[in-house]
C-alpha cells in the first residue's frame, strides 16, 4: 500500500510541476510579444524587465526543482522499506535494469536540451529524474564495517537525504544589462543542467552501491559461510526480537538466509536428493510424533523442508510425466 501511494503522490506532483513549468513558457512566450510591440524608445528599459522576469522564473524553476527532489527521495525511501518488508529481490533487480535504461534516456534528453528552448527543456530533464528516482531506491542502505568489504559498503545516508538548499531570496534587484555576468546565488539555465546532471549521478551512485552489497551477500552465500559468521559480520551477534530486527543490518542477514535457502533446495533438487535425507540434514530425525511436530511446525527449519517437499513433488510429476522416471523418496538408511 506505501508503494502504491508513494507512486500516486509522485504522480501528482510531477503533474503539478509540469502545468507550472507550462505557464512559466506561456508568460515567457507573452513577454516576447509585449516586447515586439514597444517602441524604440522602451526598448532599453523593456530588457532590463525581460531580464528581471526571466531571473524571477528560473527562481521558481529553481525552487520547483529542489520540491520535487526532496519529495521523490522521501517517498523512494517509503518505497524502499516496503520492498524489503515484502523481501521482493527479484522486483529489486528488475528495476535495476529499469534503471539502467532510464538513466540512457536522461542522459540523452540533457544533451538534446541544450538546443531547446530551456525552460521546456529542463521540464522534461527534471520529469525523467524524478522518474528514475522512483525507479529503485537501494533499501540497503546501511553501513557494514567489516574488513573483506574491501571500502564497497561505505554509509552513505546521504543519498536519501534530501538535499540542503539556501532559501535565500536569489534575485537581486539591480541593473541588468548586456554583458552582465550573474552572482553564484543567481540560477541560470547551466546551473540547473549541472543540477539535473547531478541528481542523475546521485541515482547511478544508489545503484553502484546497490550491486556492491548484493554481491557481498552473493559472495558469502557461495562461499558455505555459517549464520554465525553473517551475524558477526555485520554487527549483529548477541541481538534478538526486535532489537534484531530493527538493526540497520539486520536486512542483509534477510537477503542472505533467503539467497543461502534458495541455493540448498536448487542443490537438492538438481541431485535428486530424497526428501528424508533432507529430513536428517535439517536435523528432524528426532520427530517421531504428532506431538514432536507440532513443536517444529512453525521454524524456519521445517518451514524450509517443506518447501523442499513441495519443489521435490512438483519435479517428480514432471519427471515422471515426461519420461516415466519414478524417483526416490526415501533414503536407503530410513527406519520402517
Not at 557494514?144 to 532559501?167: A, F, H, N, R
Not at 536569489?170 to 553564484?184: A, F, N, P
Not at 541560470?188 to 551477500?217: E, P
Request: proline residues 1%; charged residues 30%.
Amino acid at each position: 500500500m506505501q508503494h502504491e501511494d508513494a507512486s500516486a503522490q509522485l504522480l501528482r506532483l510531477t503533474s503539478i510541476y509540469e502545468r507550472r513549468l507550462a505557464e512559466m513558457e506561456m508568460q515567457l512566450l507573452r513577454n516576447n510579444c509585449q516586447k515586439k510591440e514597444k517602441t524604440p524608445e522602451v526598448e532599453d528599459n523593456q530588457h532590463e524587465e525581460d531580464e528581471l522576469e526571466k531571473l524571477a522564473l528560473l527562481s521558481k524553476l529553481h525552487s520547483l526543482t529542489t520540491t520535487v527532489e526532496q519529495q521523490t527521495q522521501t517517498m523512494l525511501a517509503q518505497q524502499a522499506a516496503f520492498v524489503l518488508q515484502k523481501g521482493e529481490l527479484e522486483e529489486m533487480e528488475k528495476w535495476v535494469e529499469a534503471q539502467a535504461q532510464t538513466s540512457r534516456i536522461l542522459q540523452q534528453q540533457l544533451q538534446e536540451t541544450r538546443g531547446e528552448n530551456f525552460i521546456m527543456g529542463l521540464c522534461r530533464i527534471v520529469l525523467l529524474t524524478a522518474f528514475a528516482f522512483l525507479v529503485y531506491a537501494d533499501p540497503l542502505l546501511a553501513a557494514v564495517d567489516t574488513d573483506d568489504t574491501q571500502g564497497v559498503l561505505t554509509k552513505s545516508s546521504s543519498l536519501l537525504t534530501p538535499t540542503s538548499i539556501s532559501e535565500a531570496n536569489i534575485i537581486r534587484r539591480r541593473s541588468l544589462r548586456v554583458g552582465k555576468t550573474v552572482d553564484d546565488e543567481d540560477v541560470n539555465d547551466s546551473t540547473l543542467q549541472d543540477r539535473a546532471s547531478g541528481m542523475l549521478s546521485k541515482v547511478s551512485s544508489v545503484f553502484d552501491m546497490f550491486r556492491s552489497k548484493n554481491s557481498l551477500v552473493e559472495r558469502w552465500v557461495q562461499a558455505d559461510k555459517s549464520d554465525e559468521f553473517v551475524l558477526k559480520k555485520l554487527k549483529l551477534t548477541g541481538l534478538a526480537g526486535n532489537a534484531l530486527k530493527r538493526n540497520k543490518n539486520y536486512v542483509f542477514f534477510e537477503n542472505f538466509v533467503k539467497m543461502r535457502d534458495t541455493k540448498r533446495v536448487n542443490t537438492w533438487l538438481a541431485n535428486d536428493v530424497p526428501t528424508y535425507d533432507v529430513w536428517k540434514t535439517l536435523g528432524l530425525h528426532h520427530v517421531r510424533t504428532m506431538k514432536d511436530l507440532g513443536r517444529i511446525g512453525d521454524t524456519d527449519t521445517y518451514k524450509l523442508y517443506m518447501r523442499y517437499a513441495y519443489a521435490f513433488d512438483d519435479r517428480a510429476h514432471t519427471k515422471f510425466d515426461q519420461n516415466n522416471v519414478i524417483p526416490t523418496v526415501i533414503g536407503s538408511e530410513a527406519s520402517w
